[in-house]
C-alpha cells in the first residue's frame, strides 16, 4: 500500500541512472573539489615555492636597484615586461598547469568523463526571489549553513594549533635577520596551510559521502515509475503477455496440424519430442515438422498417440534434431543415416520400405 502511495522504496534502474547523468544529476562534492586543490596547492608551493620567490626577489632588485637609470620608453618598457614575463612567469607557470590538471581530475575521479551542454543555458527561474528563499530556508539550504559554520569553526582551530605549536619560533623571530624571518613566516604559512586543507579534505570526504548518499535517495523510484519505465521500455506487460500466448497459441495450431501427417516422432523419451515427416521424391532428406521440449513435448507425444504416429525412443538423435535443426528444414547429412534407420524401423511395423533408405545410409 505504501509503494501505491508514492513512498520510492525501488532502487534506481540503469535506465534512470543514466537519464540523471545525462541530465547532470550526479553526486558531486565542490567541497572535495576546493580542499583537494588548496593541498596541492601547498604541496606545489612547498615544492616550487621557492623558485617562484627567487624569481620575484631578482625581479624586484633589478628594477628597484636601477631607478635612477631608467628611462620610459616603449623599448625598454617591453624589455622589462618580457623579462618579467620569462623571470616570474616561467616559475608560476608549471604551478597554474598542475593545478589545472589536479582540478580536472578530481573532477574525474568523482563523476568521470561528463558533459551536459544544456547545464551551460541561463536559467530565469533561479532568478525567482521566492525560489531563491526557498532554497535558502529549506533543509538542505539550513544543512549547507550548518556544515559552512563547522569549516569555519574547523579551519580557526586548526589554524591556532599550528600556529600555538609554532609560537617560541615567533617569540624568538626579533634575533635573527630579514631574510631569515620571511623563511620562518612562509614555513609556518605553509605548514599551517597544509594542515588546515588536510582537515577541510577529511570534512569534504563526509560530504562527499552525504552528497553520493542523498544522489542515491533521490534517484530511488516509486513502483508506479517502476511500472511506467517497463512500459515505455519493454511495451504494455498485458501486451507482452497477450502477444506471446498468441504466439503459443500460433506453435500449438501449427504442431497440431503437423504431428498427424508425420512418419515418426523421436523423444529423450520424455524431455524431448521431434516430429519427422518423408516424402520420396519430394523431399530430399526427411523434415522436422514440429519440435518442442517440456509441456510442447508431452503435447507432440499425446498428438503422435491420438493419430497413431509412431513413437521411437532414440535420445542422441533427440538431442541433435532438437539442437541443430528448425521446424520445417530437412535433418543435416551428418544424421541421415540415423534418421533413416528409424524411418526403416518405422516402414517396417508399418509393412512399408523407404525407398532409397539403404542407399543413403550407405
Not at 634575533?175 to 597544509?194: H, K, R
Not at 552525504?210 to 501486451?239: A, C, N, Y
Amino acid at each position: 500500500m505504501a509503494d501505491e502511495a508514492g513512498e520510492k522504496s525501488f532502487d534506481a534502474t540503469p535506465h534512470r541512472r543514466q537519464q540523471a547523468r545525462e541530465k547532470g544529476q550526479v553526486a558531486y562534492s565542490q567541497d572535495l573539489g576546493s580542499a583537494s586543490l588548496l593541498l596541492v596547492a601547498a604541496g606545489l608551493l612547498w615544492g616550487m615555492g621557492p623558485r617562484v620567490v627567487d624569481a620575484t626577489v631578482q625581479l624586484l632588485q633589478r628594477n628597484l636597484g636601477e631607478v635612477g637609470t631608467l628611462s620610459v620608453n616603449r623599448q625598454i618598457v617591453l624589455a622589462e615586461a618580457q623579462k618579467a614575463i620569462s623571470g616570474v612567469g616561467g616559475a608560476v607557470f608549471p604551478i597554474m598547469v598542475l593545478l589545472t590538471l589536479a582540478a580536472a581530475m578530481v573532477s574525474v575521479m568523482q563523476v568521470g568523463f561528463l558533459f551536459v551542454p544544456q547545464r551551460l543555458a541561463p536559467d530565469f527561474s533561479r532568478l525567482s526571489i521566492l525560489s531563491g528563499f526557498k532554497r535558502i530556508f529549506s533543509l538542505q539550504g539550513v544543512s549547507r549553513l550548518g556544515f559552512g559554520l563547522l569549516k569555519v569553526a574547523v579551519v580557526a582551530v586548526t589554524a591556532g594549533v599550528t600556529l600555538w605549536f609554532h609560537r617560541n619560533e615567533v617569540l624568538y623571530a626579533g634575533g635573527i635577520d630579514i631574510g631569515q624571518i620571511a623563511a620562518l613566516l612562509s614555513g609556518i604559512a605553509l605548514s599551517t596551510l597544509l594542515w588546515v586543507g588536510l582537515a577541510l579534505f577529511l570534512l569534504a570526504l563526509l560530504d562527499f559521502a552525504f552528497q553520493k548518499w542523498k544522489h542515491e535517495q533521490d534517484l530511488k523510484m516509486t513502483q508506479q515509475e517502476v511500472r511506467e519505465e517497463m512500459k515505455s521500455l519493454q511495451g504494455d506487460p498485458q501486451i507482452i503477455a497477450r502477444r506471446r500466448a498468441v504466439q503459443r497459441q500460433m506453435v500449438m495450431n501449427r504442431m497440431e496440424g503437423a504431428v498427424p501427417q508425420a512418419d515418426v516422432v523421436v523423444t529423450n523419451p520424455t524431455e524431448l519430442a521431434i516430429a519427422l515427416k518423408y516424402e520420396h521424391g519430394d523431399m530430399a532428406a526427411p523434415v522436422v515438422v514440429a519440435k518442442g521440449a517440456g509441456l510442447l513435448a508431452q503435447r507432440i507425444r499425446r498428438l503422435a498417440l491420438e493419430n497413431n504416429v509412431p513413437i521411437v525412443e532414440r535420445k542422441p538423435l533427440a538431442r541433435l534434431l532438437y539442437k541443430e535443426v528448425d521446424i520445417n528444414h530437412p535433418v543435416p547429412d551428418s544424421s541421415f543415416a540415423a534418421v533413416a534407420e528409424v524411418l526403416a524401423y518405422v516402414y517396417q511395423l508399418k509393412g512399408k520400405k523407404i525407398p532409397g533408405a539403404d542407399r543413403r545410409a550407405a
